[in-house]
């Protein structure tokens, strides 16, 4: 098969996608209630049908039906066979299909993790909503973080980083630039309001790999990757930004492959405006970079929204498959939405495109697709096929069996957390402190012999300890000495004494060097979490 039906046109012509084109991206957008959705879920499943994997988010909870076959017993069964029956599908059946369910919050499906280094500070500030300002200090943090080998995997080792970026923002301020305690607040308290929503279970390992969405079952059917986006649709910066991270992950991973008779994977992107909304033109230049880059890798992106100009124009323009359902012109807005959909069109002499937006009824489109020579068809008014998997949700009980046999069954459902920035930054306070209380008993230059408990921490600091703790040492024996000499009574014990100077001023150094005043200090911290 070399094309995918998608519905017959008004000049009786098949209206279809063709495989060898479908990697250049694709739009299918209308007002609500149009039928957007079983437009998806009849193409989706058709790619399936013919060995492509798909990724779609399940915004409404109802494309969980894509999984289980259609039925004569269910309440849309006569109006889906009519259409079937006027478009001549002789062969129209309703059939299952092969689907892994995922979720962010790892509810109603697999779990999705990624770490927090391979976000990036540029999603991630996005996801933070922070400002210019702000987003340079977290790639400061990012690129200490790198420099010093400590890993970012997820929310427990940002906070971390930035606990230590803060107690040393003057020092890290002459080699990096301006690093404020007020900016680091700043993104600690977006951070706090991120993981209130349940987010920060986005951020951690096993880490999703890519090669999981690319699967296909025994039947040479491509899986249909169905993420529930209901829940996380409440969150729409971290679903808009989750999913940008999922193409920009596709892009990196995937080899160039160029024009294969068949996409490797679709990925269909609902509610597509809220990956746009208030973008910074960095992250805008991101996403029209990867969306045009990404179709070399045999990935397919397409954008479902009700607006098509909620797509900006320089990604909208690389959109050459497309289904228009019903637009409504009820504001200025919405007049202009229509004259920019029907100017994207290749002209059909016989059809008033303008005037066919607002009239299609539900499960009619304008469909213009890419042709064999790459041309875009031109567009036709189009009955759209009907899907043969049940539409509506399916309940939890299909779920479960559903992720029982799922091929990826047990590999992400249990968090693990390996060592990373949060305790190896809490293992080197640590050992700073247990340090400090050597150099007070033993001496700086008994210590100094044995190997070092944490290199990359220690060094620069022994010789201030050393120094500082040996003056302590001697000061508080001098003290005692000239107090003894004025003939005044010390119940002191003068080794004790000194002992506890030096550790109390070594514990100082070392404090200054991990942004912690003293020792006491340190111990509230380190009890308290701020190494965390």
Excluded: C
Aim: no cysteine.
């Amino acid at each position: 098969m070399s094309d995918i039906f998608i519905g017959l046109g008004a000049n009786g012509e098949r209206q279809v996608l063709n495989l060898k084109r479908a990697n250049r991206h694709g739009l299918v957008a209308g007002a609500t209630g149009t039928g957007k959705t079983v437009t998806l879920q009849g193409i989706a499943e058709s790619f399936s049908a013919v060995g492509v994997p798909v990724f779609l988010a399940d915004v409404k909870g109802d494309l969980s039906g894509i999984s289980m076959p259609g039925s004569h017993d269910l309440k849309n069964a006569a109006s889906l066979e009519a259409r079937a029956k006027e478009l001549g599908m002789d062969d129209y059946a309703y059939a299952d299909n092969p689907a892994i369910f995922w979720d962010l919050f790892g509810e109603q499906g697999h779990p999705i993790r990624t770490t927090v280094s391979e976000m990036g500070p540029l999603l991630l500030a996005r996801l933070l909503d922070l400002n210019e300002t702000q987003e340079g200090v977290l790639n400061i943090v990012f690129r200490y973080a790198d420099e010093q080998g400590l890993l970012l995997l997820d929310m427990a080792d940002l906070r971390a980083m930035l606990a230590y970026t803060a107690d040393n923002a003057a020092d890290l301020t002459t080699k990096y630039g301006n690093v404020t305690k007020q900016s680091i607040g700043a993104i600690q308290r977006q951070l706090l309001s991120f993981e209130s929503q349940g987010a920060d279970k986005f951020f951690g390992e096993p880490a999703l790999e890519i090669e999981d969405f690319l699967k296909v079952d025994e039947k040479g059917r491509g899986y249909i990757n169905v993420l529930a986006a209901d829940r996380l649709m409440q969150s729409p910066k971290l679903y808009a930004t989750f999913l940008l991270w999922l193409l920009a992950e596709l892009f990196e991973v995937l080899p160039e492959v160029g024009d294969p008779e068949q996409p490797k994977l679709v990925f269909f992107f609902d509610e597509a405006h809220l990956l746009f909304d208030d973008a910074p033109k960095a992250l805008l230049d991101k996403i029209e970079q990867v969306v045009r880059l990404i179709r070399s890798k045999g990935v397919g992106v397409y954008f479902v929204t009700q607006n098509p100009i909620d797509v900006p124009e320089t990604v909208a323009g690389q959109l050459g498959n497309r289904v228009q359902h019903a637009l409504r012109a009820f504001t200025p807005r919405d007049k202009k939405a229509i004259k920019a959909a029907a100017d994207t069109f290749r002209i059909n002499p016989d059809l008033d495109v303008e005037t066919a937006i607002t009239e299609l009824k539900v499960g009619e489109a304008l469909v213009s697709t890419l042709m064999e020579d790459g041309a875009p068809s031109i567009v036709q008014r189009t009955l759209i096929k009907p899907p043969r998997s049940r539409l509506g949700p399916i309940d939890a009980k299909e779920r479960a069996i559903i992720q029982s046999v799922s091929p990826v069954q047990g590999k992400y459902d249990t968090a693990v957390n390996r060592e990373s920035a949060e305790e190896v930054l809490a293992q080197k306070a640590a050992d700073a402190a247990a340090t400090a209380q050597e150099v007070a008993q033993q001496g700086a230059e008994e210590v100094g012999k044995r190997e070092r408990k944490s290199p990359a921490l220690w060094d620069g600091l022994a010789g201030k300890v050393a120094k500082a703790a040996a003056g302590a040492a001697a000061a508080s024996a001098g003290s005692i000495l000239a107090s003894t000499l004025q003939g005044k009574t010390s119940r002191a014990n003068p080794k004790a004494s000194a002992a506890s100077a030096a550790a109390g001023t070594a514990a100082t150094e070392i404090g200054k060097a991990f942004g912690i005043p003293g020792l006491g200090r340190f111990a509230r911290n380190l009890i308290g979490g701020l190494m965390r």
